[in-house]
């Protein structure tokens, strides 16, 4: 197994993404190989000062960087030895299983899109961002902002691949996957909402527990809520900044820990037909190793062959 790593996106790169390799190595009992694709003259220097094994890594040349505010189409037509561009290169001609990078996130959908392509059937991939429910158990919320106007026929694309994602990474049995909408009844909502509820009603592929409230949302009501792009990162956006404002003030809870993006590394692009993790700009060293280990393992479960057998024929 090979993992493609861009090691000059974030903030932080290429340091924190080497303490991330070291400390991903050092919790991992069968590690995957790393193809780090970025500027050796930076990155080779950190790997010998971390102690990195030769044999767990392999550097790329990559001369160029895609800036953060840089316009995604035209810096990955432009710079197609940044980081980036060889990463999602790597990946498309089968030299690395997944990719992942904490740089451009317009990059890197646009090279999911176009570099790696949607499985056959989906309509549009998606991102999503996991829920903290207030009993320890784990949900998650899709689209978080990649597809900000959708059509009924979208989320219920999103449903299927939420559910698929939850039982084979999230480990949740049957999966319980609902509506977000403002009223619990059938009918509730603007246009897309009472589209999509009919549809995920007889999509046989999940498991459909109704609608959900906003107030439902960190409670233990679904493990799978489906929303459009603008309503979910809104709801991220929000979520980010309680958890900000209350580790600001000092206030400390074990659940409030669990709103720390780092937890989980990144959002991977559901719905392409290779593994790719966007994560934070701002990551340090614990969410570069946790995007590791997702990469590792949607790559051991086979997600997306199971996502792909899922949307044959549609």
Do not use: W
Request: proline share 4%; net charge negative.
């Amino acid at each position: 197994m090979t993992i493609g790593l861009d090691m000059m996106g974030g903030d932080f790169a290429p340091l924190e993404a080497v303490k991330g390799i070291q400390l991903y190595l050092s919790e991992t009992g069968d590690p995957a190989i790393l193809l780090l694709t970025g500027d050796e003259a930076q990155i080779n220097p950190l790997l010998q000062e971390y102690s990195i094994p030769a044999s767990q890594v392999k550097v790329v040349h990559a001369p160029q960087v895609i800036d953060m505010h840089e316009h995604p189409t035209k810096a990955l037509r432009e710079k197609q030895q940044s980081s980036i561009a060889i990463g999602f290169h790597l990946l498309a001609t089968g030299k690395s299983d997944a990719f992942i990078s904490a740089g451009n996130t317009g990059a890197m959908l646009v090279g999911s899109m176009y570099s790696i392509k949607a499985i056959d059937g989906v309509q549009r991939p998606t991102i999503s961002t996991i829920i903290p429910k207030d009993n320890g158990k784990t949900g998650l919320l899709l689209d978080v902002g990649l597809n900000a106007d959708c059509k009924p026929e979208h989320l219920n694309q999103f449903a299927t691949l939420g559910s698929l994602y939850a039982q084979y990474i999230l480990g949740i049995e049957k999966p319980r996957v609902a509506l977000l909408n403002i009223g619990e009844e059938e009918g509730k909502g603007n246009i897309l909402a009472q589209g999509t509820y009919p549809l995920l009603k007889e999509n046989t592929e999940i498991n459909f527990a109704g609608n959900v409230e906003g107030r439902d949302i960190f409670l233990d009501k679904a493990d799978v809520m489906v929303c459009e792009g603008f309503t979910g990162n809104v709801i991220l956006k929000l979520a980010e900044s309680f958890y900000e404002i209350t580790h600001a003030k000092s206030i400390r809870h074990e659940y409030l820990d669990r709103f720390n993006f780092e937890n989980y590394g990144g959002t991977p692009v559901l719905g392409v037909a290779k593994p790719v993790i966007i994560g934070h700009g701002i990551s340090h060293a614990k969410a570069f190793s946790n995007m590791i280990k997702l990469a590792q393992k949607m790559i051991d479960t086979d997600l997306m062959a199971k996502m792909k057998a899922s949307f044959e024929g549609q």
